[in-house]
Nanobody
């Protein structure tokens, strides 16, 4: 499974960005697709994920500001990020789980200036 993420960039605090991730190479629907992030000097952490049944899971720090969604074919996942804060600055990674195996995208930088 290959994951291609896009949509990162530089934005001012309070602004918005939308990340996209496209999955390819799987004959089966990915059980979970989501986003993780890693800030400098910190461990990678879950931002949000979504199952094929549309069950979602969000980090407390992004609840009410970020929204995860998937397309009907379940091959793309999006992360709409609103009210961005400087502490949201990180490399964001698309992730997918298929039958217990994890797959990662290449990461996209999100920088929020104060």
């Amino acid at each position: 499974v290959q994951l291609q993420a896009s949509g990162g960039g530089l934005v001012q605090a309070g602004g918005s960005l939308k990340l996209s991730c496209a999955a390819s190479g799987s004959r089966f629907r990915l059980d979970i697709m989501g986003w993780y992030r890693q800030a400098p000097g910190k461990q990678r952490e879950l931002v949000a994920d979504m199952t094929t049944t549309s069950r979602t899971n969000y980090a407390d720090s992004v609840k009410g500001r970020f929204t995860i969604s998937r397309d009907n074919a379940k091959t793309r996942v999006y992360l709409q990020m609103n009210s961005l804060k400087p502490e949201d600055t990180a490399v964001y990674y698309c992730a997918a789980v298929l039958r217990g195996s994890w797959f990662w995208g290449q990461g996209t930088q999100v920088t929020v200036s104060s």
